[in-house]
């Protein structure tokens, strides 16, 4: 795998190193084809898996976050880290660890960050996407606006790839989960085999049958 080597090792981040490396593997074929796009860039991780892949091919990734942290991230909640608190600000702020990040892995050439929120980078959006990766906010409303306003930018053949997925209340958010099912169920996509919480699609051609899942 060619990801500059020292540095997915410390990066912060939430993401299953097997869960990356299948990233990286579907980035490699997505990208021959056209634009990959991740919501939730957060410190870089996926990042990382996905640019290098984009990098490989001369392709590249768009990378959408308003980089102020979600819900979880705020100060007080589970998943707030105090070292990506701006003091100057008062608030999170991902952006200068992504960015550090994009220049030490020498992504600056392959990956175009877009810090603003999901809903406001899909507004004029009008290019097709070979990959797309829902990785954002986890409240309900997060994922169904990032799900709503992107799925119909994946191209016949495309990937989207949703994180987080857990089939069962007890192992975590459902929110995740549903749009995976929301996805199935339109009938345009096919499954490939879950990676750990990794959900993978794939849009079908014409003349392929739909996976649908109750
Ligand atoms: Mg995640």
């Known amino acids: 795998m060619k990801i500059k080597p020292g540095i997915i090792e ?16 579907i980035g490699l074929e997505a990208s021959r084809v056209g634009p990959c796009l991740e919501i939730g860039s957060y410190c870089g991780k996926s990042t990382l898996y996905l640019g290098s ?5 001369g392709g590249v990734l768009y990378s959408v976050d308003h980089h102020r942290g979600s819900e979880e991230q705020q100060p007080g909640e589970l998943y ?18 992504f960015s550090f990040i994009l220049e030490k892995a020498e992504l600056l050439d392959t990956v175009v960050p877009i810090a603003a929120s999901s809903a406001l980078a899909a507004r004029g959006w009008a290019t097709s996407l070979s990959l797309l990766f829902i990785d954002g906010g986890h409240s309900y409303d997060a994922v169904f606006t990032d ?9 016949p053949g495309g990937y989207l790839l949703i994180h987080d ?41 014409g003349g392929e049958l739909p996976d649908l899942l109750s």
């Open 10 to 25: 410390w990066v912060k981040g939430f993401l299953d190193p097997e869960e990356g490396e299948r990233l990286y593997e």
């Open 53 to 57: 892949a984009c990098r490989e091919n």
């Open 80 to 97: 707030f880290d105090p070292e990506l608190y701006d003091f100057q600000f008062g608030r999170i702020n991902s952006f200068r660890y």
């Open 147 to 155: 799900y709503s306003a992107w799925v119909g930018h994946v191209r």
């Open 165 to 205: 997925i857990f089939t069962s209340p007890s192992q975590g958010g459902q929110a995740p989960y549903q749009i995976y099912k929301l996805a199935l169920n339109s009938g345009l996509f096919k499954r490939h085999p879950t990676i750990k919480t990794l959900g993978i699609l794939q849009r079908r051609v």
